[in-house]
Structure formats: structure tokens, C-alpha cells
């Protein structure tokens, strides 16, 4: 047993010196490998987007620093140098590659891959690049998994939010909730509703209306309710609710509200705006207008718009919003007071039975008569006033 370990820490001293003596060879053609593709990668790239090319230029910069301080290090590190060297290289001729494949799919196939995907996958790139290198270097990698259960331990409890996070974020790409861009809420409260700016294998970035930038660790947002206002539709609905008189019939208040708001900035003439008698408060009646709109970064604006139109045109038509106010009527009531409202009741149904051509040919008392025995109810266009079989 002894002569097979002795043979074996021959075999990996023998590989790390094959290693140092052929490194500055194997180095030279990485590093001209690795600088024509990062030349091509740059080529390639949109001119917005040539800014992913600065890792790969680092990894490049950083293996000619090594290589040009291997004369000036001591000679226990000089041969180490090249290796170091090497490894640099390696990532660099790495990372343009996948830059380059990722590209041309996305020109040639029109693919669109998301940001964690990339990440996770170039990570287990660099993964395999130290293996490869550090198997290379003569170094057991086994060994690395075979350590001692405590760090097993250790390690895992370090890295579960870690790792929540990840799948989390995974969960998220393939089910896709939400895209960039999208406005999203991401709890019952109102000032969290942002703009996703950006979605990776850690966190969701979301950008609110007051300009404040908020990330949500994806395992916390994988269990918060999550309302997205772009889907199904990239229109999304308001509503506004505002008070009228209770003399004013709904049917008008309906009518002029909707002939005002068309044009009002932000609002959509489809899906068309609707207005619904919503409560009957203290203050008069309210109402619920509902609208749709595409500006929802700027939705403060629109609402305000809005009801700008609203107050204009109820005041046009003489409707004036209510305040919560109570009134108190002082009336003194008589047989005489009484009897002549009475009267002034009757002559006024009897001039509206009169435009009635039925009633017309009806003499005075008889119509005096069916004045004072009817009385004025309002209808809504289209309800039903009188029906087969009611009592006459």
C-alpha cells in the first residue's frame, strides 16, 4: 500500500513538472486564442452591449500582468506563474466564447435567453475551467468532495438562502410571472409597486414610482402574492369615485362624466370607460368610474387628469359636489300650509297629464280628479313602467 501512494505522488509530481515546463507554451497560443475572440466578440456585440466584453478584456489584462512579473518573483513562485497564467486564459477564452455562441443564437435564431439562465451556466463553466486546471496542476479533486462532514455541514447551511434564492429564481424564469419592464406588486401595500429593471439568480429588482430602487430576494417573492398590471394586457384598468346630489338622476351624472373624459390624457377610448352607481352615502350618491390606460408609470398624472374633467364638467351643468355636511330644515306645518302644497301638487300633475294626448279629450273635472289621484315617480330609460296584469 505504501509503494502504490509513493507511486502515485511520483505520478502527480511528474505531471505538475510536465505542467510548469509546457504552461509558457500552452499559454502563448491561449493567449493569442483568447485575444482574437475577445477582437470578434466586440465586432459582434450592438455597440450598447460592448460593455459585456470587459470581464474577458480583465481575464486577458490580468494573465499578461502575471506573465510579465515571472521574472521579478521569487523562484518558488515563478514556476507557478505560467499555471496562473494559464488559468486566467482559460476564463477569458471562456467567457468570449459563450458571449459569441449566445449572440448568434439570439441574431440567427431570434432566441431570447434569460439573465439567470446565463449566469448559472457560465458559472458551471468556470466551474469545470478550475477543475480542468487544478486536475491539470496535479491537485486530487476528489479529494475536494471527500472532505471532512463538518464543513459538508457548514458549507450547507452557509449557502441554503443561497440556494433558495437560486431554485427561487428558477421557479420565477420558468413559470415567468412577470418580463422586464413590467409593473408588478408584490404585496397588499401600496407603495410596493415597481417597475422590474432586472431579474437574476440572487434577486428582482423593482424600481417604484418615487424612484426608489427595492430588491426582493427571489425565495421571498416566490411566496408573496404577486399582481403584475401588464398581464393579461399591457393596458391596465383605474378607477376614480366621486359624489353627487341625490337630486341629480344618475342616468345624467352617467352621461356627462362619459362625454368628458375622452381625449383626458392616458385614458384609452378602448377598452371603453364605464361609470356604475356605486353607494348611496351620507354625502349623495357615489360613483365608480372605471378607465384603462397604458401610462401607468405616469397613473398619478392620469388619475389627476381625470377628475379635473370630471369637476369641469359637473360644474358646466350646474352639479356641484356635495359636502359632508348635515342640514337641518326648520318648516311650519299648518292645515292651511299643508292644503295649499297640496294644491300646487295637483295643478302641476294636471299641466303634465294635460301634454298626454289620451288625456286631452277629458273634461276639467274629470282631468282635476286624475290629477289628484295620481302622483310622479321617475323612471330610468329602458325599466319597465307597467306590466301586463298589474292592478289598474
Not at 460592448?50 to 500582468?65: D, N, S, T, Y
Not at 496562473?84 to 466564447?97: D, G, K
Request: glycine share 6%.
Amino acid at each position: 500500500m505504501r509503494d502504490l501512494t509513493l507511486f502515485l505522488a511520483a505520478a502527480a509530481d511528474q505531471t505538475k513538472s510536465s505542467w510548469v515546463h509546457h504552461a509558457p507554451q500552452t499559454a502563448g497560443w491561449a493567449g493569442v486564442a483568447a485575444f482574437c475572440l475577445l477582437l470578434a466578440l466586440i465586432a459582434l456585440l450592438p455597440r450598447e452591449q460592448r460593455k459585456r466584453a470587459l470581464q474577458p478584456a480583465i481575464f486577458l489584462v490580468l494573465a499578461g500582468i502575471i506573465l510579465l512579473l515571472e521574472e521579478v518573483v521569487v523562484e518558488s513562485l515563478a514556476d507557478e506563474m505560467p499555471a496562473i497564467a494559464l488559468l486566467f486564459l482559460y476564463a477569458s477564452i471562456a467567457r468570449s466564447t459563450f458571449l459569441l455562441v449566445v449572440t448568434l443564437l439570439s441574431r440567427v435564431f431570434q432566441w431570447t435567453f434569460q439573465k439567470i439562465f446565463l449566469d448559472i451556466a457560465m458559472s458551471l463553466v468556470y466551474l469545470a475551467i478550475g477543475f480542468a486546471a487544478l486536475s491539470i496542476a496535479g491537485v486530487n479533486t476528489a479529494n475536494l468532495f471527500t472532505g471532512s462532514a463538518i464543513i459538508t455541514v457548514v458549507l450547507g447551511l452557509a449557502l441554503q438562502s443561497t440556494l433558495g434564492n437560486i431554485f427561487a429564481g428558477l421557479a420565477i424564469q420558468m413559470h415567468q410571472p412577470f418580463a422586464i419592464g413590467d409593473w408588478i406588486q408584490f404585496d397588499d401595500k401600496r407603495e410596493h409597486i415597481g417597475k422590474v429593471r432586472e431579474s437574476n439568480w440572487r434577486a428582482t429588482t423593482v424600481v417604484t414610482l418615487d424612484e426608489v430602487e427595492v430588491v426582493i430576494p427571489n425565495n421571498k417573492l416566490a411566496e408573496l402574492p404577486l399582481t403584475n398590471f401588464n398581464r393579461p394586457e399591457r393596458w391596465s384598468r383605474r378607477s376614480i369615485y366621486f359624489v353627487c346630489p341625490y337630486s341629480v338622476p344618475p342616468r345624467d351624472v352617467q352621461r356627462i362624466v362619459l362625454t368628458a373624459i375622452p381625449g383626458s390624457f392616458g385614458v384609452l377610448a378602448s377598452p371603453n370607460p364605464t361609470v356604475v352607481t356605486n353607494a348611496f352615502t351620507e354625502r349623495g350618491v357615489e360613483y365608480w368610474l372605471r378607465f384603462f390606460t397604458l401610462e401607468f408609470d405616469r397613473r398619478d398624472g392620469v388619475d389627476g387628469g381625470v377628475r379635473d374633467r370630471i369637476w369641469y364638467a359637473l360644474n358646466r351643468h350646474g352639479v356641484t359636489m356635495p359636502v359632508a355636511v348635515h342640514d337641518v330644515t326648520l318648516q311650519h306645518h299648518s292645515p292651511e300650509t299643508a292644503n295649499a302644497a297640496a294644491d300646487r301638487d295637483v295643478v302641476r300633475r294636471e299641466a303634465i297629464l294635460r301634454t298626454v294626448p289620451l288625456f286631452q279629450a277629458l273634461p276639467d273635472d274629470a282631468m282635476a280628479r286624475l290629477a289628484a289621484a295620481s302622483r310622479i315617480e321617475r323612471y330610468m330609460k329602458g325599466e319597465i313602467i307597467i306590466r301586463q296584469g298589474d292592478e289598474g
